[in-house]
């Protein structure tokens, strides 16, 4: 398996100079997690239970406290340079066009740092094609106050992607949008991935969202969360929003609701 998470504790707060008893948070216990290289997964499961901190522990941005994460075969000991990242609020640099935005990672991350004045041509139409990939391309030279919401989040999943990352992190991308822009983005995640494949973790509360985009769905028990289900999503590719409305798709959203309901319920 590309990424492999075997029995994995984390404890925020521990190991870190004087605390007061009960200064711990045990964040994640047991958790164990495949996912195939190419995979789209999602992870869904009550609030608090650990969701964010399954990806910062991939990132490398978080250390186990037992327990081993592995990324193409070796151990995470340090943070990964090959991870994009996208979050619910877009960050965009209110000073930069988005074009100069959606480059941003190549003037931070090595070894496009270096070769930044050697690539530039060959950069500014790897921009340019993933803002054309999510209808962007005439707002390129627009500042983000210009955007609506909807469209700065396209821009952040471009931006996320500008770097080739093998792993694309989406930590509730869409919750801060109104209902059709983020189905309306649904569709374009699932182009953009189709184009640029690499693997995608989707942290969301939005069961419908999981169901419309992922391979597998990963329920986490509530905090200290652990994975308890995992569902296959066989629904043919490209899905589209009517397909929502069918009985298998119905049912499957229910089970996850289900899953998280006793969850919740514990
Ligand atoms: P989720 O993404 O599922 O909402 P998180 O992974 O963000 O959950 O958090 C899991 C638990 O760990 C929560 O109880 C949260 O308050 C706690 N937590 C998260 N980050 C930290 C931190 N840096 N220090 C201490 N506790 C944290």
Redesign the pocket.
């Known amino acids: 398996m590309f990424i492999e998470l075997t029995d994995v504790d984390l404890i ?2 521990s190991g870190k100079g004087k605390r007061k008893l009960g200064d711990d ?1 045990l ?1 994640v216990r047991s958790a164990s997690l495949s996912i195939a290289d190419g995979e789209f997964v999602a992870i869904v ?1 009550p ?7 399954l990806l910062k522990l991939i990132a490398g941005l978080a250390k186990p406290s037992r327990g081993v994460v592995r990324v193409g075969g070796e151990d995470v000991v340090h943070p990964l340079k090959t991870v994009g990242m996208a979050f619910q609020n877009a960050t965009l640099l209110p000073w930069r066009n988005i074009r100069d935005n959606v480059m941003l990672p190549l003037e931070i991350v090595e070894p496009h740092r270096s070769r930044q004045k050697l690539d530039r041509d060959k950069n500014l139409e790897r921009a340019n094609g993933l803002l054309a990939k999510v209808g962007l391309s005439g707002f390129a030279d627009k500042m983000p106050w210009q955007l609506s919401g909807g469209m700065q989040q396209r821009a952040q999943l471009c931006r996320a992607l500008i770097h080739e990352p093998s792993i694309l992190m989406l930590d509730e991308p869409f919750a801060a949008l109104d209902a059709f822009t983020r189905e309306e983005l649904w569709g374009v995640l699932q182009e953009l991935w189709s184009f640029r494949k690499c693997t995608i973790i989707l ?1 969301t509360h939005e069961l419908r969202e999981a169901a419309f985009l992922a391979d597998t769905v990963h329920v986490m028990s509530a ?1 200290p ?1 652990r994975v308890v289900r995992s569902r296959s999503v066989d629904f043919p590719r490209p899905r589209t929003l009517a397909a929502t409305f069918e009985p298998r798709f119905v049912e499957l959203v229910h089970d996850l609701r289900h899953h998280i309901h006793l969850e919740t319920a514990a």
Do not use: E, I, Q
Request: aromatic share 6%; net charge positive; charged share 15%.
């Open positions: 925020y707060g948070t964040a499961g609030s608090g239970c650990g969701k964010s901190t942290v905090r969360g």
